[in-house]
């Protein structure tokens, strides 16, 4: 009994800046909540809505759409806290402490997780002023990100295949990022020629 009390006493005082739960956007939370966020004044990270994510392999049921978030205090707050300002989103109780958010920032988008459903980081909510691409791609990789976006719409890279073999034959520097960044590259390139597509044929420069 009284390691039960030492250990949740402990629970409650933890303390950290930056805290990650799970929101139920036309379920169990308010229609509000975007507002709610701004409001509060801390830097927020919103994943895109976690709609295609696996519940069970054997079947192919989906898991309940969801949404992740995190929200970064400017100093260390408790999990009390943490926990009042999850509250009000009507999502799950439980959230997690975060020692640093790149990791979770990352996985807003499944970026290093090939195996699961992928998502567009042009579909992370930014909110008071929270930088994603800060987060989540340290200096060097934002750099070769970006080469990357370049090189899909300078190359004419229809698929991740022809990365590679771009990367191997003319961008050897790219090569690794290309290999470990799947999601992002694969998502680069299917949201480049989304919006090409969607430009009327006379604007599209005969690149189809």
Not at 24 to 35: K, L, T
Not at 41 to 63: F, M, N, R, W, Y
Not at 85 to 107: C, D, H, S, T, W
Not at 126 to 141: M, P, R, S, T
């Amino acid at each position: 009994m009284r390691d039960n009390i030492t250990h949740q006493r402990k629970t409650t005082n933890e303390k950290g800046r930056y805290w990650a739960g799970l929101i139920y956007p036309g379920d169990s939370c308010p229609d509000d909540w975007e507002d709610r966020m701004k409001i509060s004044g801390l830097e927020i990270l919103v994943s895109p809505v976690h709609d295609q994510d696996i519940a069970d392999i054997a079947t192919g049921e989906l898991k309940k759409p969801h949404r992740h978030v995190i929200a970064m205090w400017a100093n260390t707050t408790t999990r009390q806290n943490a926990e009042r300002f999850f509250e009000q989103f009507g999502g799950p109780k439980v959230i997690l402490r975060l020692e640093n958010p790149r990791g979770m920032a990352r996985y807003l988008i499944h970026m290093d997780d090939p195996d699961k459903a992928p998502y567009s980081p042009e579909d992370v909510l930014e909110f008071n002023g929270a930088d994603w691409k800060k987060i989540a791609l340290v200096e060097g990789n934002q750099s070769d990100a970006m080469s990357i976006v370049k090189m899909v719409e300078e190359e004419n890279i229809h698929g991740y295949f022809d990365l590679l073999k771009a990367c191997e034959a003319d961008y050897p520097d790219l090569l690794e990022f290309a290999t470990k960044q799947v999601t992002f590259c694969r998502e680069v390139i299917w949201s480049y020629w989304n919006s090409y597509f969607a430009l009327p044929k006379e604007d599209r420069h005969g690149k189809a």
